[in-house]
């Protein structure tokens, strides 16, 4: 057991699905993240002292709080025999789609597992993890988990034994990211989606997620550009962000490897060469600041490196 008092812990935000890999695909996103300090405290179990950042109305019990319900698997499981107390400053704007419940709840495992002696691999807080996302989304997934924890692009194969792959990512090929300032609750991006998938959509889903899976292990930009196409869930969700089919339109336009919803939106993002990339995030821009959107924008690598410490006493 270690003597640490308290541990910090940084989780970057993630864009899920990645077009193709519904529920199972995902990249980290460094350039934003939550933060989660976890103390020792005299009360039992887990409570949660604050949330700060660009949290808006996020609940303190920590059984409805996606890092508190995180926390609370690892404490049951690992039963340290004293109580934990948590910190949470939200660096990612709730409603956005680019997995900010799922950093808190990483931040919350990886920070509360370095202060008793980080006795749990990656796997298991993937499992804990997964616990807090649910309280979010109502629904076990891991395509934001999975790259917020791991770093990178990952897939994840599994629920109850995930199998979790990071993808290599061609060299000079970065993400051009655009999220416009508006909520969209992910239960009711889930909510609408059909429970039903045509045999053509299924064999044109499978073929794209296929073609950019061996894309990427292969270098080969074409096979990623021609296989970067949502046909089951981007049709049924673009309607919920006004000017999607117009930035997605710019965006292949400007050079894209390809162009979709971050997650349950209403960020979008982009894949695109390094050369090209401000040239494909100016494109995107243009259409959403024409509807008068305020935007914040990122163009990031694709080879980070995950949750981590970075903090302790
Ligand atoms: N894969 C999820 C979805 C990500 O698209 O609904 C949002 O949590």
């Known amino acids: 057991m270690s003597a640490l008092q308290w541990a910090t812990a940084f989780a970057p935000a993630s864009v899920g699905n990645v077009a193709i890999g519904f529920d199972i695909l995902g990249f980290a996103v460094d350039a934003l993240g939550d933060r989660v300090t976890v103390s ?31 926390l ?12 934990l107390e948590m910190r949470i400053e939200k660096g990612i704007p709730l409603g956005s789609g680019l997995g900010g419940s799922a950093a808190s709840a990483v931040a919350a495992v ?15 807080l993937l499992k804990f993890a997964m616990q807090g996302e649910a309280v979010a989304s109502g ?6 988990i999975s790259p917020s924890l ?53 064999v044109w889903q499978t073929a794209n997620l296929a073609g950019f899976i061996s894309g990427c292990y292969t270098d080969d ?12 869930i981007e049709p049924q969700r673009q309607a919920l962000i ?30 695109a060469l390094e050369t090209q990339a401000h040239a494909v995030l ?9 509807g008068g959107a305020a935007l914040d924008e990122w163009v990031v690598g694709l080879q980070g490196e995950g949750a981590r410490v970075v903090a302790s006493g």
């Open 40 to 70: 020792r405290s005299e009360r039992p179990g887990v409570t949660i002292s604050s949330v700060t950042g660009i949290a808006g109305e996020l609940p303190t019990d920590p059984k409805h709080n996606t890092a508190g319900r995180a």
């Open 72 to 83: 609370l698997a690892l404490h049951e499981t690992l039963a340290p025999g004293f109580g």
């Open 110 to 124: 990886v920070a509360g597992n370095e202060l008793l002696g980080a006795p749990c691999e990656k796997l298991e």
């Open 139 to 144: 629904s076990l997934h891991v395509d934001n």
């Open 150 to 202: 791991f770093g990178g692009l990952v897939l994840t194969v599994g629920i109850e034994q995930p199998r979790v792959k990071r993808i290599p990512v061609p060299k000079g090929v970065c993400a051009v990211i655009v999220h416009p300032h508006m909520f969209l609750a992910t239960r009711q991006a889930r909510a609408i989606l059909k429970r039903e998938v045509t045999l053509s959509d299924f």
């Open 221 to 232: 930009l074409d096979m990623i550009r021609a296989s970067f196409e949502d046909v089951v």
């Open 242 to 271: 006004p000017g999607f089919g117009e930035v997605r339109a710019a965006a292949m336009a400007a050079g894209a490897l390809g162009c979709s919803i971050s997650g349950a939106g209403p960020t979008l993002f982009a894949w």
């Open 282 to 290: 100016a494109a995107m821009r243009a259409p959403l600041a024409a």
